[in-house]
Structures are given as structure tokens and as C-alpha cells.
């Protein structure tokens, strides 16, 4: 059974930051990528930024000079740090973990809200 323990969402001001974190467990399987997703309101599912094991990123054109994500392998753990926060960042952050097996599976989301 596999368990994300996500962490780091809440309320913060325009400018202000957060880091978000997700740790994996409960499979035996290797993890390929990790990473969020983010849907606001009415609106699709969006990629924020995916890492793999080797520590290769890519990351939302909207964020990029904004988050930075990292990965901690020994840990199964992924780290979103998000910074100079804006308005439209405000949606709920979908981990999800691809393990080797093949299958993708996706934490239960946290809420960033930022107000103006």
C-alpha cells in the first residue's frame, strides 16, 4: 500500500514562501519521477515541476525563476520550494510518485492559498 505524507500548505501573503514536501512509502519498487501538480478552482491539472532520480527537472515556465524542486532519494522524498508567491499561485498541489513498476500514484493534495 503505498502512503505519501505531504506537508508544508497553508495561508501566506503575496512575496511570502513556502516549501511543500511529500515523502513516499510502502512499495518495493524503485521511484523513477516525483513531483506536483496543481489544480485551481474550475480549472485542468497542471504540471509545477517534476524531478527523477538522476536529478533532472522540468518545471512550469509560470514558476521557474520562482520554486525550485529537489529529492531526496534515500528518503523517497520530494521538496518544493516555493518563493515570491503570487495570487494565481493559490490551488491545491498534487504529489505524485512513478515508480518503476509502472504506475503513477498521486498524494491526497494540500491547499497553498495566497492573498493579495
Known amino acids: 500500500q503505498v502512503h505519501f505524507v505531504e506537508s508544508g500548505g497553508g495561508l501566506v501573503q503575496a512575496g511570502g514562501s513556502l516549501r511543500l514536501s511529500c515523502g513516499v512509502s510502502?512499495?518495493?519498487?524503485?521511484?523513477?519521477?516525483m513531483g506536483w501538480y496543481r489544480q485551481a478552482p474550475g480549472k485542468q491539472r497542471k504540471l509545477v515541476a517534476t524531478?527523477?532520480?538522476?536529478?533532472?527537472?522540468n518545471v512550469a515556465d509560470s514558476v521557474k525563476d520562482r520554486f525550485t524542486i529537489s529529492r531526496d532519494n534515500a528518503k523517497n522524498t520530494a521538496y518544493l520550494q516555493m518563493n515570491s508567491l503570487k495570487p494565481d499561485d493559490t490551488a491545491v498541489y498534487y504529489c505524485?510518485?512513478?515508480?518503476?513498476?509502472?504506475?503513477?500514484?498521486w498524494g491526497q493534495g494540500t491547499q497553498v492559498t495566497v492573498s493579495p
Open positions: 505524485h510518485a512513478d515508480f518503476s513498476s509502472g504506475p503513477r500514484y
Open positions: 524531478i527523477n532520480a538522476g536529478g533532472t527537472t
Open positions: 510502502g512499495s518495493t519498487f524503485s521511484i523513477n519521477g
